[in-house]
């Protein structure tokens, strides 16, 4: 094994809770710009920076916490200070070039995260700029490349990863983004923390239709990349909440027409398809399944009650659930809905192309006959990488009204740094309060630099 790499801080996770890293402790730092808009919304916050010339970074992230302003939230405010994006100006950040620190960003596909290998179609739940970061806009991006689509609509996932992919060229930092890059270990070191990662740029050339899952790894076992070793005195975690997809552990989940990544419906031809999930992924697939001719059978372990709470509350919002609602009140013979009811087991027929799935709810069980199962469950963020500390991280579970869940680690609330390990940043949501959306936790990402900079004495 090489000599392992030095570097002051290592980002683990390039999507959008890691990815912004790299801009930032690559030195382009926030400062006050005087927004009309934050003005009149939010006077006191405008008339308390309005003298204040130096980076932000160098606030006093404690104080404005005991002030009843987290910093994640100080942040969004200055660059969201309403829902609507109408000019650049009315965000009260302006971005400009300072000294950058040694780091580098490890990640294992392409930065941006899950939204590489999300449905063709996917659109997010709420405005495009939502999803954007704060020293680069949507409207930015989209003057840039000679695009021309509107911010505030829901954005669909190619024009949202082309933003993300852009990212590290656009600022400079893209020699200290290492895609295809899995890490393995995180462990205590006498210079803060070893990491070991293996190359997996092999898995950039996999099909995910074929393999039936994202293209990464999914455990050591089908690592045979070189292993690499890097030292680091800060790391920020940000694997997200689906670095480990969950499993439904019945016999036959492995079997060929059993897949966990669904791009488009072409990928699933055949007639008949049993989709099991319950959350917002499954809603997707089974709706555009239909909408594509398939016979669906969506199964969900999931009550009634809840699922339509679900659809009733999206239905104004987003298309695709004014769609499902439709479908269902229509009674469409294609979509068929099972609650409280789990596989329990899936065979191959005709020579392993097709199956039998079967279900059970309570002491009943049904067979059916399909060409295809997908399994939409989700994942979780795993913690298994960080090994042999002292004290183990505590976590706590978050739920949203959006069905996400994932658990989060303790934190300080004012740099989002580790109670239990020092100088270890759980990234975006992971950290213990945020809300499970974009929006919530760009904010983190200045306080958790701010944070590594004041111990640099670079502030
Ligand atoms: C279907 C779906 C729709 C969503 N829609 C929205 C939406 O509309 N708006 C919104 O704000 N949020 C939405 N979310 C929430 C979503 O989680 C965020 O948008 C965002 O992608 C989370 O970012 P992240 O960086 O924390 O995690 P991820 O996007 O999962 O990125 C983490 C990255 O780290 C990599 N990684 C993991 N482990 C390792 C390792 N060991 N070594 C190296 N790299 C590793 C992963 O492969 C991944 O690339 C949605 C989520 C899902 C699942």
Request: glycine letters at 4%; zero cysteines; aromatic letters at 16%.
């Given at each position: 094994m090489n000599t392992p790499e030095h570097r002051t801080v290592i980002v683990v996770g390039g999507g959008p809770a890691g990815l912004p890293f790299a801009p930032v402790l690559g030195g382009w730092h926030p400062f006050f710009h005087a927004s009309n808009v934050l003005q009149a919304r939010y006077p006191q916050i405008a008339d308390m920076f309005r003298q204040h010339t130096d980076s932000l970074l160098s606030l006093d992230m404690e104080s404005m916490l005991h002030s009843g302003i987290p910093p994640a939230d100080l942040f969004r405010v200055l660059h969201h200070p309403r829902q609507l994006y109408e000019g650049g100006d009315q965000i009260a950040l302006k971005f400009r070039q300072q000294d950058p620190i040694d780091f580098l960003l490890l990640t294992q596909e392409r930065v941006g995260g899950l939204w590489n290998n999300v449905p063709e179609n996917l659109l997010t739940l709420s405005p495009g700029q939502w999803m954007e970061f704060a020293f680069h806009s949507l409207a930015e991006h989209v003057q840039e490349t000679g695009k021309s689509y509107n911010v505030n609509d829901l954005i669909i996932k190619h024009r949202l990863i082309d933003y993300y992919h852009r990212i590290p060229e656009r600022f400079g930092v893209a020699d200290r983004v290492r895609e295809w890059t899995r890490v393995t270990r995180v462990e205590p070191h006498e210079a803060g923390f070893l990491v070991t990662a293996v190359?997996?740029?092999?898995?950039?050339?996999?099909?995910p239709v074929t393999l039936?899952?994202?293209?990464?790894?999914?455990?050591?076992?089908e690592l045979t990349g070189e292993v690499q070793q890097y030292t680091c005195k800060y790391l920020v975690y940000a694997v997200g909440q689906r670095s480990k997809l969950r499993r439904l552990e019945v016999p036959g989940e492995d079997l060929p027409f059993v897949t966990q990544f669904y791009e488009k419906a072409q990928d699933l031809p055949g007639e008949r398809v049993v989709v099991v999930g319950g959350g917002r992924s499954a809603d997707w697939a089974a709706t555009e399944l239909h909408d594509a001719g398939r016979h669906v059978t969506y199964v969900m372990r999931q009550s009634r009650d809840l699922h339509w709470g679900l659809i009733n509350q999206s239905r104004g919002g987003l298309p695709y659930y004014k769609r499902i609602a439709e479908i269902l009140e229509g009674g469409s013979e294609r979509l068929e809905t099972v609650y409280d009811t789990s596989l329990t087991s899936i065979e191959a027929i005709d020579e392993g192309d097709r199956g039998v799935v079967t279900m059970a709810s309570g002491d009943d069980t049904r067979q059916i006959e399909v060409d295809h199962v997908l399994k939409e469950i989700g994942g979780s963020a795993d913690?298994?990488?960080?090994?042999?500390?002292e004290q183990p991280l505590q976590l706590v579970e978050k739920h949203d009204t959006y069905r996400f869940q994932v658990h989060q680690a303790k934190v300080h609330p004012h740099s989002y740094e580790s109670i239990d390990i020092p100088n270890l940043y759980p990234g975006g949501y992971l950290a213990e309060g945020l809300g499970l959306v974009v929006i919530a936790m760009h904010g983190t990402t200045y306080a958790i630099v701010a944070d590594i900079l004041k111990k640099e004495g670079m502030l």
């Open positions: 190359n997996v740029s092999d898995w950039s050339q996999r099909d039936r899952r994202p293209p990464f790894p999914e455990s050591d076992d913690y298994s990488l960080l090994q042999g500390f």
